[in-house]
Nanobody
């Protein structure tokens, strides 16, 4: 089970930090990803991190502004988001998979419920 939190309302240019806590399974075997879905749009990749934390990947649109990290002792993955833009208003989801690491949403086997991020202009 994945539980995402940390969403909220922020002004453009502001920052938010999202968290996703995993329970019920061995967290360290899973690569983790963050995705987002805006109203009327498809779910899109934001960032991913390998099980050990040794490798991360980002969508081009967030590189240099977002940082994904994980604390395996706390079964938690984080997404630090800086310089947020209004067009990044979306529900942000965390995802996990023991065999896949990448950008394809459909390849992740486990999903959290999502947390809403609203960026005002």
């Amino acid at each position: 089970q994945l539980q995402a939190s940390g969403g909220g309302l922020v002004q453009a240019g502001g920052s938010l930090s999202l968290s996703c806590v995993a329970s019920g399974r061995t967290f360290t075997i899973y690569s983790m990803g963050w995705f987002r879905q805006a109203p009327g749009k498809e779910r899109e990749f934001v960032a991913a991190i390998r099980r050990s934390g040794s490798k991360t990947s980002y969508a081009d649109s967030v590189k240099g502004r977002f940082t994904i990290s994980r604390d395996n002792a706390k079964n938690t993955v984080y997404l630090q988001m800086n310089s947020l833009k209004p067009e990044e208003t979306a529900v942000y989801y965390c995802a996990a998979d023991s065999r896949y690491y990448g950008v394809v949403a459909g390849s992740y086997g486990y999903w959290g419920q999502g947390t809403l991020v609203t960026v005002s202009s």
